[in-house]
Structure formats: C-alpha cells, structure tokens
C-alpha cells in the first residue's frame, strides 16, 4: 500500500509512518549534502540563524547532476546518509523531521529519530534519473559557492520513498541484518 504525504512534514504525520510503508511525498523539500551540513553546523555554532526552516522540513541528501535543456533538474539521486550522521542528530533537534538518503544510519541517529518523532526515507539508489522526473521545480536558496553541494528548495510531486527507520526505533536495515545475516555463507559453490 502506498502512502501520501505532504511535505512540510509534521511531526503527527512523521509518527504515523512505520518502518516498510511506501510512501509518495509531495511538496517542498531542501537538499543538503557534506558541505552544506557543515556549513549549517557552523552557523549554528556561531549563534547565527540558518538559511532555511528546520521546523517540519525534509532534507534530500542530494547533489543533483546539471540540468538538461527543458529539464527542472539533472539525476537526482540520494547520497550515502551516513556522512551526514554526524550533523543529523542536532539538526532534528531543530525540528528537521524528515531525510531521504540511502544506506544505514547509526545509533545517534535512530536515537535522535526516536525522541524528535521524526523519519528516515530511503530513495532507490542509481536511479536518479527516473527519481528526477518526480521534481517539478528546483532553485538554490543557499551557499550557492558549494555549486552540486548548494542548498535547493525542490518542489516534488509523489517522490517514491520508503520508510526505513520510524519514530518508534523500527530499523528495516538491522531488522534485514538480524533476519538474513550479515557475511553468513551465500551457498555458493
């Protein structure tokens, strides 16, 4: 079953999503990458107001490809969420209450998840470019100097996203690793 969801993304509707729904977001959503966190961690740590909301907002973990002629955005596909574990945590403390990545996230994270009510989304890595023609419009709103790595205010119309990790501690990647194994013998001859 598919679920809708709007973004900005309320805490009440980011704890009603569980750890296996497909969702379809639509509405506004930022990207930031390394560079980007960085920078935002930095201003914070100045006593200084960051550049977009935090309240509510989903960030993409994104650094999209140059845009095609007549195109809103090139490939569009999700960064390995893990390098961006280390800023998260503050971040969702802010009132962040949603990110779409890819791969695992660690303990601080899921922690962090848990006490803000906020969602971890994965997008299908290597598939940008079908991902791409989800968002309807695309423009920088910060650091724009950090260029792929810029802050960008996108407007999507039902990204595919699945929910890995839940306000309620659910984690699909660990639930697979206790289900499955990790490094057991494939069968492999």
Do not use: C, W
């Amino acid at each position: 079953m598919k679920i809708r969801v709007t973004a900005p993304l309320t805490k009440e509707a980011a704890r009603s999503l569980h750890a296996g729904d497909m969702v379809l977001l639509s509405g506004t959503v930022y990207t930031a990458r390394d560079a980007a966190h960085r920078r935002m961690i930095e201003t914070l740590d100045r006593g200084e107001s960051l550049p977009i909301p935090m309240e509510n907002t989903v960030l993409y973990y994104l650094g999209p490809s140059p845009a095609r002629p007549g195109k809103v955005i090139g490939s569009a596909g999700p960064t390995t969420a893990s390098r961006m574990d280390q800023y998260a945590p503050r971040l969702m403390d802010l009132g962040l209450t949603g990110m779409i990545a890819k791969g695992k996230r660690n303990e601080a994270v899921r922690e962090a998840i848990m006490r803000n009510g906020a969602v971890y989304f994965a997008a299908v890595g290597g598939a940008g470019a079908l991902l791409s023609r989800h968002i309807t419009q695309a423009e920088v709103v910060a650091y724009e100097d950090l260029g792929t790595e810029a802050i960008r205010k996108l407007t999507v119309e039902d990204l595919p996203v699945f929910v890995v990790m839940d306000s309620e501690g659910r984690d699909l990647y660990r639930e697979a690793v206790e289900k499955f194994g990790a490094g057991q013998d494939s069968g492999r001859k």
